[in-house]
């Protein structure tokens, strides 16, 4: 599994992004996939999770009701929709693959290099 993350950028609140995160490995349709994020001087923080087939999701609430997490395995590749931003989202964001769905860093094996959010007020 080999994580790339993009579509950060600079927004302004009430905007919208999408971020998207590619495996360049064969196995991506095994994993749960996940979004987390980490601002300046916090700890990183769970935002959602999407199991094998994209059927079940499980998401922060914090982010309920604006963002969606959705994946195609046809493309390895995972989103995240993020609606109505705010500047408490600015973070850098990053996607990471795992066995299960749940919220702890400590549960996902493999990481993307992280993509930044920023949410002008």
């Known amino acids: 599994v080999q994580l790339q993350a993009s579509g950060g950028g600079l927004v302004q609140a009430g905007g919208s992004l999408r971020l998207s995160c590619v495996d360049s490995?064969?196995?991506?349709?095994?994993?749960?996939m996940a979004w987390f994020r980490q601002a300046p001087g916090k700890e990183r923080e769970f935002v959602a999770t999407v199991n094998w087939s994209g059927v079940s999701t499980v998401y922060a609430d914090s982010v309920k009701g604006r963002f969606t997490i959705s994946r195609d395995n046809a493309k390895n590749t995972v989103y995240l929709q993020m609606n109505s931003l705010k500047p408490e989202d600015t973070a850098v964001y990053y996607c990471?693959?795992?066995?299960?769905?749940?919220?702890?860093?400590?549960?996902?094996?493999?990481w993307g290099q992280g993509t930044q959010v920023t949410v002008s007020s």
């Open positions: 490995g064969r196995t991506f349709s095994n994993y749960v």
């Open positions: 990471a693959a795992g066995m299960v769905p749940r919220r702890l860093v400590k549960d996902y094996r493999y």
